[in-house]
């Protein structure tokens, strides 16, 4: 069996730069601290975890200490409080995420109202509404739009970076039926753009696809939604452990990709694992 790999498979621009981000800061004398997951991957998280970050779920004393931000990027309500308990922070929000930041605010302080297209549990999108002062409205269905769109007459809409974009286009041209002045900002990553087009080609040109990456991962999760409506022979695993032999008997080839924080490490192993049971069918 044949095995194509997607060359957009694995590590973003973004996550690279938040793991040599929070690698250096072990460096210093200081301990560093980190609310959450630096990403979504268990791997990468035992990896950090091994380094001398440590993950908390609240802010305590910060003297002393460095708060690391993460990827995905955090509210200014947390940041400040950060600074005020005495923690440093060492930002590594992706500057992609930087960017949705400063289009919301520059939109607020314009009198127009956001609207986020997202996963409102998702912590990019807790830190995009964390910027603003008013409320954000966040949708993540075209088939179900707040009732309260028809009062709003100007709105700007950014999108979760890891989005779909054909769902947030759906999403768009709902809103434009409602709300006269609309701009809408195609804030998707450009790293998303890239796998989501390349996985749109894997699917029909493989017998089976293998999509790599923590259940946690947005990306991950639309790379396999995308794949698996082109193929349903479309698997989503997170180690060696979830592939299964019967997956590959009588097939000629299987395309792999991976998510935006899943290590090559993780890859080579399933690829590994993979060639393995396919030889053994
Ligand atoms: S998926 Fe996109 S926005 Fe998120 S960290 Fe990677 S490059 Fe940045």
């Given at each position: 069996?044949?095995?194509?790999?997607?060359?957009?498979?694995?590590?973003?621009?973004?996550?690279?730069?938040?793991?040599?981000?929070?690698?250096?800061?072990?460096?210093?004398?200081?301990?560093?601290?980190?609310?959450?997951?630096?990403?979504?991957?268990?791997?990468?998280?035992?990896?950090?975890?091994?380094?001398?970050?440590?993950?908390?779920t609240k802010l305590r004393d910060g003297k002393g200490k460095m708060l690391l931000v993460r990827a995905h990027g955090s509210c200014n309500t947390i940041l400040k409080s950060a600074l005020k308990r005495g923690y440093t922070i060492v930002d590594?929000?992706?500057?992609?995420?930087?960017?949705?930041?400063?289009?919301?605010?520059?939109?607020?302080?314009?009198?127009?109202?956001?609207?986020?297209?997202?996963?409102?549990?998702?912590?990019?999108?807790?830190?995009?509404?964390?910027?603003?002062?008013?409320?954000?409205?966040?949708?993540?269905?075209?088939?179900?739009?707040?009732?309260?769109?028809?009062?709003?007459?100007?709105?700007?809409?950014?999108?979760?970076?890891?989005?779909?974009?054909?769902?947030?286009?759906?999403?768009?041209?709902?809103?434009?039926?409602?709300?006269?002045?609309?701009?809408?900002?195609?804030?998707?990553?450009?790293?998303?753009?890239?796998?989501q087009e390349e996985i749109k080609h894997i699917p029909l040109n493989n017998d089976c696809v293998i999509v790599i990456g923590s259940r946690k991962?947005?990306?991950?999760?639309?790379?396999?939604?995308?794949?698996?409506?082109?193929?349903?022979?479309?698997?989503?695993?997170?180690?060696?452990?979830?592939?299964?032999?019967?997956?590959?008997?009588?097939?000629?080839?299987?395309?792999?990709?991976?998510?935006?924080?899943?290590?090559?490490?993780?890859?080579?192993?399933?690829?590994?694992?993979?060639?393995?049971?396919?030889?053994?069918?």
């Amino acid at each position: 069996m044949k095995i194509k790999l997607a060359k957009s498979a694995g590590f973003c621009f973004g996550v690279k730069r938040a793991l040599s981000i929070a690698l250096k800061t072990t460096r210093s004398s200081f301990p560093v601290h980190m609310l959450g997951d630096i990403v979504h991957n268990e791997d990468v998280v035992k990896e950090i975890n091994a380094s001398g970050i440590k993950k908390i779920t609240k802010l305590r004393d910060g003297k002393g200490k460095m708060l690391l931000v993460r990827a995905h990027g955090s509210c200014n309500t947390i940041l400040k409080s950060a600074l005020k308990r005495g923690y440093t922070i060492v930002d590594a929000t992706c500057p992609m995420v930087k960017e949705i930041h400063r289009i919301v605010k520059q939109a607020e302080n314009l009198g127009r109202r956001v609207i986020i297209i997202g996963d409102k549990h998702h912590d990019e999108v807790h830190g995009i509404t964390g910027q603003l002062k008013q409320k954000a409205l966040i949708i993540d269905n075209p088939g179900r739009l707040p009732a309260s769109l028809s009062k709003i007459r100007s709105a700007t809409v950014v999108v979760q970076s890891t989005q779909n974009l054909e769902k947030a286009l759906s999403i768009v041209e709902k809103l434009k039926e409602k709300i006269f002045d609309l701009e809408f900002c195609n804030t998707i990553c450009k790293p998303t753009k890239i796998k989501q087009e390349e996985i749109k080609h894997i699917p029909l040109n493989n017998d089976c696809v293998i999509v790599i990456g923590s259940r946690k991962s947005a990306n991950t999760k639309r790379l396999y939604e995308i794949s698996r409506s082109l193929n349903p022979k479309t698997y989503w695993v997170q180690s060696q452990e979830n592939l299964k032999k019967s997956w590959f008997k009588g097939m000629r080839s299987a395309g792999v990709t991976a998510g935006a924080s899943t290590p090559d490490a993780t890859t080579n192993k399933i690829i590994a694992a993979i060639k393995k049971l396919s030889r053994s069918r």
